[in-house]
């Protein structure tokens, strides 16, 4: 008899697997978002700001902004597109 797995969940979400991106509760989650949920402590108990962000969303579900992503804490903010000036 194995009881050693009795009560244990499947990981909802294991890292590294993509996921439909979708806007919800005022974040982006999935696509290339790292996190489902912002963990500021991670940053700002070390440093000063964020580092560089990465775009999760371009142009979409904020008028005309880009929303990015803080690798590190998860934290989202938006920024202008700069999808012309840099596809021109």
């Known amino acids: 008899m194995n009881d050693t797995l ?3 969940s499947p990981v ?3 890292v590294g ?3 439909p991106k979708r806007y919800e509760g005022g974040r ?3 696509g290339c978002s790292l996190h489902d949920a912002e ?3 991670l940053c700002q108990k070390h ?3 964020c580092p560089e962000p990465r775009t999760v969303d ?8 880009d929303i990015v992503e803080c690798h590190r804490c998860g934290k989202q903010w938006t920024v202008p597109c700069n999808f012309d000036e840099d596809y021109s």
Do not use: S
């Not at 371009?58 to 902004?65: I, K, L, Q, T």
């Open 12 to 14: 909802d979400q294991p």
């Open 17 to 19: 697997r993509h996921l």
């Open 58 to 65: 371009c142009c979409g579900v904020v008028g005309e902004h």
């Open 39 to 41: 963990k500021p402590e």
């Open 6 to 8: 009795a009560g244990a």
């Open 47 to 49: 440093l000063q700001r």
């Open 28 to 30: 982006i989650k999935g």
